[in-house]
């Protein structure tokens, strides 16, 4: 039963208790027990499982629950008129060998907030929705919930989309009882949100190092992947003197020296350029390497400064191939659009963190969310909290409960100034 109707619920606090046992009960369901990962997949069984605890756990805290055609999981705390709604969530698919928190937490966090309101009988102007999106990860290309949500999915790429083993999306959506083109039914119209707000680990040492609570995400990185290929000539080891090699890999050592220099002279302190991958050919140690496959992952939250990166690299590649007798080419994996978050509701986090008396850092988000697809519909907002040592998509991904609890009050006391104007 409600407690008594709160008319300014400044006071109102999350129960931490209660998330701790949440995200302890959620990380049990897809758990590896010899690696400790948890292996919750997009569209797995165990995903299923996972999507299941969470509409019990909606509908004992008193909210409606409902699934759309993409299994996106909502909860629903109605307003008391039709304004357009706030919405609050994340994901609770994981990659394989998964902490227990990302994505998670912002669930869980959001289920709480609404929960804390039901019992608190507080009562909003605007309706709060909490949302878990379906396949945030990327088992089938990643966002495909908020992605549904914005219309940005197509009959075509519903019939296409696999993943690393190749099997179809439609195929494993009809496995688990869904009509993939319901998935279409799932766009939203913008006019029907107000925000949505996202509460999420950092991913990486900044907070954690700064020894500070609560991160203020200003603005979501954008960025591109290319795969990148230096042709040379194959030859051998011994025979083929220093000076009459056209060596690929040495073309991709050149770049890799040039990665700083392009960034200090294009770039800005924010962006970020990562050779993650490379694959050496024909790749015996008697061998000059004659041909290299390598990624090239280039991240700011400046679409300006990806342009002026993009040319950059391009540029270093082309003249290092000449330089070197190779032939350069590359292809575009995947592009995002950096999102600036909402200063409206920057604004109103940093004062909320203020009237809690919370140190906060005004950051960028080096990672793509979901935010970053609802950023292009309606105005974001996410909260960041630490992750010790920086650490994610592991079994030792973690975060201090007391910094869970300053980063949910600050979302909590968030979502009651949005619902109310």
């Given amino acids: 039963m409600p407690e008594s109707t709160v008319t300014t619920p400044t006071d109102l606090r999350i129960d931490l208790q209660r998330i701790k046992e949440d995200i302890l009960a959620l990380s049990e369901i897809g758990k590896d027990d010899e690696d400790r990962g948890i292996y919750r997949m997009a569209f797995t069984d165990a995903d299923m499982r996972g999507k299941r605890w969470l509409i019990d756990r909606i509908e004992q805290a008193g909210l409606k629950s409902n699934v759309d055609g993409a299994a996106n999981i909502s909860?629903?705390?109605?307003?008391?008129?039709?304004?357009?709604?706030?919405?609050?969530?994340?994901?609770?698919?994981?990659?394989?060998?998964a902490g227990a928190l990302d994505g998670t937490l912002g669930?869980?966090?959001?289920?709480?907030?609404?929960?804390r309101l039901v019992e608190a009988g507080v009562e909003t102007e605007r309706t709060l929705e909490l949302i878990a999106f379906s396949d945030e990860e990327g088992r089938f290309g990643g966002m495909f919930g908020s992605q549904s949500v914005c219309g940005y999915i197509t009959p075509d790429s519903l019939a296409t989309m696999t993943d690393l083993d190749g099997i179809l999306l439609q195929e494993e959506m009809r496995r688990q009882g869904y009509d993939p083109l319901e998935a279409l039914d799932a766009a939203?119209?913008?006019d029907s949100i107000r925000s949505y707000l996202e509460l999420h680990i950092e991913q990486g040492p900044v907070l954690d190092r700064m020894?500070?609570?609560?991160?203020?995400v200003d603005e979501i990185t954008g960025l591109f992947t290319w795969s990148v290929w230096l042709r040379g000539e194959a030859n051998h080891a011994g025979t083929t003197p220093m000076d009459m090699r056209n060596d690929a890999f040495m073309g991709l050592a050149d770049f890799a020296h040039e990665v700083p220099r392009i960034l200090?002279?294009?770039?800005?302190?924010?962006?970020?350029?990562?050779?993650?991958?490379?694959?050496?050919?024909p790749g015996a140690a008697n061998t000059v390497p004659g041909i290299v496959e390598f990624s090239l992952d280039v991240r700011d939250t400046s679409e300006e400064f990806l342009d002026?990166?993009?040319?950059?690299?391009r540029k270093a590649l082309s003249a290092i191939a000449r330089r070197r007798n190779l032939k350069f080419d590359f292809e575009q994996?995947?592009?995002?659009?950096?999102?600036?978050c909402s200063g409206e509701i920057v604004e109103q986090l940093k004062t909320q963190a203020k009237a809690l008396n919370l140190e906060y850092h005004q950051m960028p988000s080096g990672a793509a969310h979901d935010a970053q697809i609802m950023g292009r519909m309606v105005p974001v907002g996410m909260i960041f909290v630490p992750s010790k040592n920086g650490k994610s998509h592991s079994p030792a991904e973690w975060t201090a409960w007391s910094d869970i609890e300053a980063g949910a009050n600050v979302m909590l006391q968030t979502?009651?100034?949005?619902a109310q104007n």
């Fill in 75 to 97: 909860g629903i705390f109605a307003g008391k008129s039709e304004k357009p709604r706030v919405l609050v969530g994340s994901h609770i698919d994981t990659v394989p060998c």
């Fill in 107 to 115: 669930v869980v966090v959001g289920l709480e907030c609404l929960r």
């Fill in 188 to 190: 939203r119209d913008p």
């Fill in 211 to 216: 020894h500070k609570s609560v991160g203020i």
């Fill in 264 to 281: 200090e002279e294009n770039g800005s302190e924010r962006s970020r350029a990562t050779i993650g991958k490379a694959q050496i050919l």
């Fill in 308 to 313: 002026d990166l993009s040319t950059a690299f």
């Fill in 333 to 340: 994996k995947s592009y995002l659009q950096p999102v600036a």
């Fill in 415 to 418: 979502l009651l100034h949005l």
